[in-house]
């Protein structure tokens, strides 16, 4: 009896095992649109945000980013004047320019979404709470920054790439992960695949 | 698709990988990549000279015209996609050292480049539109492409993981 069981628990299981040249095939076309489209929108996303850079449009972000950036810092007891974007401590300062925006990383995230196969109900959402989040983790970057110029120099560098280059590539890959499991049923053991 | 990023993996990796960029890595790293865009570059008939690698800066030389890359802000992607790379879940070792030698390769290639920008630049700065395309173009590589390229060679290598057909037939 308990072998009968094993032996039909085995077949169901053979049953369920995918086959792995099958599912590729079946998926390349979509791996190539998506990565093709990802591709594509983050070119498309930066032409708007350059053109908005060289005819000036953009310099209102940055001013928002230097406000924000500078009302927080006051709250959290750091003295700060700012003059348009330039935000002047007691000790140094800091000029908020388009690349402290986050805006490279706002067209990954959204060209990632744009390219992702779902409804365009889920890639709005999607886009108008990442955009947000990333807004905010930004401006918590420059706060910090700002800390860091305005208690020790010397570290600003190695904050300002270490936040700003490396941290905000997994912030991106969480949120997009995060967005991606919202908006996906979840995968029966069928299809999982790996890399 | 769980587990796919493990943020306390990113940070465990990122950090000493960071540490040992600043304090080891980064100066033989900028002079290799700076280098190897010469020697690109001579490979079509052009001459740059690498005149200098700094406090991650590079000094060119190129057909009379000298300029400063602060490259380091740019090479410095490879330490974001090597820790996005250690902290993917769900891969065996050999696949992650896969995608370490073969990614960190075209990384590095995304970043020969993003160098390749600066001799649009000096060949377009004469005139105010060709510099518009010039800055546009080197803001493209090296600005965007810092996070593009790291996120999109990791994202490759993890397609298989994206619910990719399961999103489109939930969409139908």
Redesign the interface.
Known sequence: MSHHRKKRSRSVRKRARPDPAAWKKADRPAIRRYLLVFAGAAAGLFGVYWTAEVTGKFQHVNLLNAALSGAVLRACGFPTERTGTVLQFERGGMEIISECSGVYVAILFAAAVLAFPTSWRARGWGLALGLVALFAVNVVRLVTVGMVIAWRESLFPLVHEYLWQILFVLVVALLYVAWIEKTTPRASPAEEGSP | ??R??R?WH??AA?IPL?LLW?FAVRQPWLTFVAHLFATTALVFGLQVDVLAVAD?SIRFAYAGAEWTDRF??TG??I???F??VL??G??TRA?RGR?LLLGGLVVLGTQVLGLWSDIVHVHLSSTRAGA?FAN?LR??LT??G???F???V???????????????R??S
């Open positions: 698709m769980t796919l990023v943020p990113f940070l990122s960071f600043e991650g380091g802000l410095i992607n330490v974001a996609f820790s996005l902290a993917t769900g891969v696949q995608m518009a546009g803001a493209l600005g965007l810092t996070f593009l790291p996120f999109l990791w994202l490759y290598f993890v397609r298989r993981r994206l619910p990719l057909p399961r999103a489109r939930k969409r």
